[in-house]
């Protein structure tokens, strides 16, 4: 019962033990059935499918040993189970190492990604311009329309950064770049909060938690809502178009979402940081901020015990390098191409993958074909 209906596991030594009331415990007849036969149809999609079936409860579901009795499973005969038995093991064991072959594939695509976003980072992805604007003079301007926003009141005069050191630069840019700390080129960085009581409505304004924020894109899976009311007292924490969001705690943390420039309006939970840079192309810093270096950052820089977060003051503290704007939108063409093809062998991968487990799964169909008999009939 509860989360794990259908969990089921085989003990192969002759061990004693003692078991919980959540679980059932049964042997086959000898030379009914194959035990690890019989494992892997209880793991199959048929054998799931049954479980699921005549498992019985909604709120908490349980599978009880009556309910167990009445799946069904067509059975060959003994002799004709030691065939397939055998034949099933080799297909497994080649479809293990050809799965296993394809996972790798898939972690060198990961890392093919990770060398792109280094080489971005670098300066080394596409070639520099001598007529591009220095970055010297992008953080200039950065600068000053920062101090405009102070004098408009939009956003509030800060403490002065500390200078960046050598120890905290890791590896040289090219001449027209400059190195800065992430808070000199954002006008705002920042988490929000959960509403008083969770007080969430059906709809409203989009409320994104940390399950929303993907790297790739915001999604809307599990989405809660604020009221307009709700949404006014939280207008500290407004996402805007165009935003980075930041997961900055937990088991996602780093995660990293660029707000799509169609997108209206939501809010955040404490849970996820806003980034919101100044004169920059946005995706340029969605980018980085996936880098390996980056990366490196945030985790390293996490406080506290059991659900790790990323301060605020450690966020805006991070180097960063910066290329002129034209290099900027130079690289984001770049890696867009570059991701792309990554997106098409992952796909590849992943639909091989998918065949051979489609293949394992038509195996077993195979192997059980005959007349139908209920387990309790063998057990």
């Known amino acids: 019962y509860r989360v794990n209906v259908g969990s089921i596991a085989m003990l192969e030594e002759d061990t004693v033990g003692l078991i919980s009331p959540a679980y059932v415990v049964f042997k086959v007849k000898h030379k009914s059935i194959i035990p690890n036969l019989l494992l892997k149809f209880l793991k199959s999609t048929e054998g799931l499918r049954q479980i699921k079936l005549h498992a019985k409860g909604t709120v908490r579901q349980a599978l009880r040993y009556s309910d ?65 604007e220095p970055a010297s003079e992008l953080l200039a301007k950065i600068k000053a329309e920062k101090e405009q926003l102070i004098k408009e009141k939009k956003i509030k005069k800060q403490k002065p950064l500390p200078p960046i050191t050598q120890e905290e630069i890791h590896f040289e840019i090219p001449e027209n770049w400059v190195w800065c700390r992430l808070r000199e080129v954002c006008s705002k960085i920042g988490s929000g909060s959960t509403p008083k009581g969770s007080n969430y409505s059906n709809d409203g304004i989009p409320f994104f938690r940390s399950q929303n924020v993907h790297n790739d894109g915001l999604v809307y899976d599990d989405i809660k809502f604020i009221s307009e009311d709700v949404h006014q007292k939280m207008n500290g924490t407004t996402v805007l178009t165009n935003d980075v969001l930041l997961n900055i705690t937990g088991g996602s943390l780093g995660r990293c ?33 996936l880098s390996p270096l980056i990366q490196g950052y945030i985790f390293n820089s996490t406080t506290g015990a059991g659900r790790e977060g990323l301060p605020k003051y450690n966020l805006e503290q991070f180097v ?18 570059l991701m792309q093809y990554c997106d098409k062998l ?12 489609a293949l394992r799964q038509s195996i077993l169909k195979k192997a059980f074909e005959g007349k139908l008999l209920k387990i309790k009939e063998k057990n």
Not at 264 to 280: A, D, F, M, T, Y
């Open 68 to 132: 167990l009795c009445k799946i069904e499973i067509a059975l060959p005969s003994y002799d004709e189970q030691v065939d397939f038995y055998e034949k099933i093991t080799n297909t497994e064991i080649e479809g293990s190492i050809f799965s296993t072959e394809l996972i790798d594939q898939l972690d060198l695509v990961r890392q093919l990604r990770q060398a792109f976003l280094r080489e971005a980072m670098q300066g080394k992805l596409v070639p520099q311009d001598h007529n591009d």
């Open 257 to 289: 979402a660029l707000v799509p420039s169609d997108f209206e309006e939501g809010n955040v939970s404490q849970h996820v940081s806003i980034i919101r840079p100044v004169k920059l192309e946005n995706s340029y810093l969605h980018k980085i901020i």
């Open 320 to 337: 960063i390098p910066l290329p002129p704007l034209s290099e900027q939108q130079r690289i984001i063409a770049k890696l867009d191409k």
């Open 346 to 357: 992952e796909q590849s991968i992943n639909q091989s993958l998918k065949q051979a487990e």
